[in-house]
Structures are given as C-alpha cells and as structure tokens.
C-alpha cells in the first residue's frame, strides 16, 4: 500500500487575511459555463529550470545557431525537431504533445518568467509557487487558493461547476508550496515512497483502529479507499484499466509514468478532486545537457510519456481538462564550457488538454540578438506567467479577474488575464 494522507495547513497570510479574500470571493460575479462541464486542472512543476529554447526551438530567429552552434535544432537532418510553424520547432523526444498540438489540444506559451530575476533555485520555485511577485516568508501558494475559491464557489452554487468535493491534490511525499493552504489537499505518496501492507495486516489495523482512535480509523479507511483508486483503477467515471505500455518502460520514463497514472485515477474519479499538483525533478542542465540525445533528450521523453498516460487515463474527462506544465526559470542562450546552459530567466510553458484552445505557439518573441538577450545572456521574458496561470484559472474554472488579482496571485493587478487559452 502506499501512503496517503489528508493536509490541513493553515499559512500566516491566511490566518491574517482568508476570512476577508473568501468574503470577498463570494460576493464578486462569476464567469458563466456551459452546465455540462466539470473542470480539472493538473498543475506539472519541473524542477531544476528547464531550458525553454531546447524545449520548443526558435529555429526561424537567425540569431540562434550563432548562440547554440552544433547544439542547435534544426528544421531538417540529424537535430531536426518536429515542426510547430514556421518559426517554432519541438523537441523530437516528445511526439505524443506534438500529436495533441496537431489536434490543436495543446499550446506553447514561450519567452515567459515568474517575475524573479535571480537564479536561485530555491528562490525561484518559492516564487513560482508562492505566486507573489518577490521572494518572502510565506507558506501558502497560489494553488490552494484557488482550491478555497472553488469551495466557495461550491458553497454559493451548489451542483453547478464545482461538482466535485473542493479538494486539492498533491503527488509526492511532501505537499509542495504551490498547494499548502487552508483548503483540504489528498496526498499520496507514490509506491517508490511507500512500504506494502498485506490485506491481513490491512484488516487488524482497521479493527485496532476502530476500537481505539475513530478519527484515525476513518483516515485510515479514506487512505486505503484513495489507494484503490490509484492502484486499482477503480471509481465511477474512470476507465477500470490503464493503457499498458509495450515494450516495458525505462526505469525513468516508467517514474514519471506512474505518478501521471495516479493522478489521472484520482482527478477523473466522479466524487474527486479537482485541482492537483505534481513536480518532476532533474531539469538542471549545466552540463552534457543532450538536448537531441541524452539526459535532457530522455526526461523529455519521460515527461512525454506522463502526458499521454495522464491525457488516456483521464478517459471521458480529458474533454475538461487542462494541463499546464512550468518551471522555475531558463538556461543561458549560450552553451556554456561543459556543452550544458546555466540558470536563466525566460522560458516555455505547456499548455494541453481537451478544453484548450491549442495548436499554436503564443510568444511576443523577443530576439535572441545581443542586444535583445536580457543581461547579455538570458532569453528576455515577454510576458508574466502568472498572466498565462491567470487565463487558464479565470476562463477553465471560473475564478474572477478581482478574485485571481487580490488573492490568488496578490498584489498583481497590473498583470492581465491571458486571453483565448481556453476553447
């Protein structure tokens, strides 16, 4: 069995202000759907900074081989990606996003960035997922709450958008940032993380359980339910079996496969949550990077995998999902000394899903001339991410412009909604 567990965090701004931002959530107009939709969103961190120029190619921008050389894609030959238009091509390690791409399921969003301009990790991702506009203190993230809005919203309108129980989901063994919060978040930890337990033992612990502690007898028994549903397959409104993949797997592509399968289980379950998170580590590339073949080739190619799993595991659901995939920050334009990028600043992000308005790549492209690379080195950001984050929260869920710029992404008012990401 691997573990699973419920987490009620309660963050310092949330104590300080949650009571008046839900208020005031209520009260703001909403957004009007189509009855029949059910949203899911699957919010995908990749940790480590990936490299936005490898990840879809600016082959059509002649400053390019200039700054890549032998390490550039191409349009054609040994490099060639897969093409997007006719400036854009993809890494070749992800056909699967390109097939979605094709059917206009998805969409590439490119020279973005959280507004951090350092090149600290840590600073970055606490950036990316706190949604504020600088590095500080807090323990809430933008994610979780927009989980509080959807239960306000659930509250206010029963039966109608949000129809599922207003949780948030979290895979992995630690509930990150972007989902900590005072909304109610399901975690399970993958089977990598956790230790089997027989149905025997399964058995007496629930008798011991019983007698002894109810509160912990009924987590236990919700734990085991959610396991099935990850494991087993096994909840209204989800496929009963999962594709399996032929030939057997890397044991990496296969680690990035699993966690999609779970998620996929648990948010297109009938009665589960709506809004997860996952990560993926491993996307520092400072040095051998192989961006065509090796190890940025292969975790491309797992992530690819994941998408696929998730976007067939989801079965009927997929017409109301969105997928959205981010990193912290880019690499340098330039190849460094160990044939790798360093920390960066603008970057790409993912957009898929069947509710996307996709089969394009939206970039006010900047240039990667000398003069227009931000410090002399970084694909210059064109547009803010939380813009992009704001376009899919507010057209796919429902979340007001007021409610997305003074709680969910705080002190941003000057940072506009992204239109026309959502069908």
């Given at each position: ?379 210059r950001p064109t547009r803010d991410l939380r813009s992009v984050l704001k376009g899919v929260l507010r057209d796919h869920i429902g979340i007001p412009d007021r409610a997305l710029a003074e709680v969910v992404f705080p002190s941003s ?11």
């Open positions: 069995m691997t573990a699973c567990k419920e987490a009620h965090l309660i963050s310092r701004r949330s104590i300080l202000g949650g009571a008046v931002s839900l208020s005031l959530w209520g009260a703001l107009p909403r957004r009007s759907h189509a009855g029949s939709r059910d949203p899911r969103l699957l919010t995908v961190i990749l940790r480590g900074g990936l490299d936005g120029l490898w990840l879809a190619s600016p082959t059509g921008d002649p400053d390019l081989e200039r700054l890549r050389g032998r390490f550039a894609m191409t349009r054609s030959g040994e490099s060639a990606g897969l093409p997007l238009d006719a400036f854009f091509v993809l890494n070749p390690a992800m056909p699967y996003f390109h097939g979605l791409y094709q059917k206009r399921e998805a969409l590439i969003v490119h020279a973005v960035a959280t507004p951090y301009r350092e090149r600290s990790h840590f600073d970055g991702q606490d950036v990316l997922e706190s949604g504020l506009p600088s590095v500080g203190r807090v323990e809430d993230g933008w994610l979780n709450r927009a989980v509080s809005g959807l239960a306000v919203e659930a509250k206010a309108n029963p039966g109608g958008l949000a129809k599922a129980s207003p949780k948030g989901l979290a895979m992995g063994a630690v509930v990150p940032l972007v989902m900590r919060g005072p909304a109610s978040v399901l975690t399970w930890i993958p089977q990598t993380f956790g230790i089997p337990l027989r149905e025997s033992t399964i058995a007496r612990l629930t008798d011991l359980y019983a007698e002894t502690d109810p509160g912990l007898a009924k987590a236990f028994a919700d734990g085991i339910a959610l396991d099935k549903v990850a494991t087993a397959g096994g909840t209204a409104g989800v496929p009963s079996k999962l594709p399996t993949p032929a030939p057997p797997q890397p044991p990496l592509v296969r680690e990035f496969v699993d966690t999609a399968e779970a998620a996929a289980r648990f948010l297109g379950s009938a009665d589960g949550p709506r809004i997860g998170v996952l990560s993926y580590n491993g996307w520092d590339t400072h040095a051998n990077a192989g961006a065509i073949k090796g190890q940025l080739a292969n975790r491309l190619g797992g992530l690819d995998a994941a998408i696929k799993a998730f976007a067939e595991g989801i079965g009927p659901a997929w017409k109301d999902t969105v997928v959205v995939i981010v990193t912290e920050f880019g690499r340098t334009a330039r190849i460094n000394g160990t044939e790798g990028t360093d920390h960066g600043t603008a970057t790409a992000a993912l957009i898929m899903g069947g509710g996307v308005k996709g089969g394009r790549v939206v970039a006010d492209w900047p240039g990667l001339s000398e003069k227009a690379l931000h410090q002399a080195r970084d694909l008012g000057s940072v506009i909604a992204l239109d026309g990401l959502i069908a």
